[in-house]
């Protein structure tokens, strides 16, 4: 059973830096393209970037273009956003899910993606 957890939310204030972590268990997280998402407070869901399966190609959403960074580690079977200058827009519930195939702004399309985490929190405040 393919299962994503993410972790590394939190509580941190404007212009602070977070690390999201997205560990894959059951399966190699190798072989896909992981997507990261977003949903704020009475919000619809947000794609925010996502990098394919050898860590070559990677794309992000204006909003967060030059402040967030995707990567992944296979060896570790986990992939990662690094997030920094963060802003209170920045606060929701942050996703990751994997895909198969990729393409230019995949991100943008989530129903491209399967396997959604639980989620895990982020809340820029000061």
């Known amino acids: 059973q393919l299962q994503l957890v993410e972790s590394g939310g939190g509580l941190v204030q404007p212009g602070g830096s977070l690390r999201l972590s997205c560990a894959a268990s059951g399966f190699s997280l190798e072989v896909y393209a992981i997507g990261w998402f977003r949903q704020a407070p009475g919000k619809g869901r947000e794609g925010v970037s996502s990098i394919n399966s050898n860590g070559g190609r990677t794309d992000y959403a204006d909003s967060v273009k030059g402040r967030f960074t ?21 606060t929701a519930v942050y996703y990751c899910a994997v895909g198969e195939i990729y393409y230019d702004n995949i991100y943008d399309h989530p129903e491209a993606f399967h396997s959604w985490g639980q989620g895990t929190p982020v809340t820029v405040s000061s």
């Open 70 to 90: 995707i990567s992944r580690d296979n060896a570790k079977n986990t992939a990662y956003l690094q997030m920094t200058s963060l802003k209170p827009e920045d």
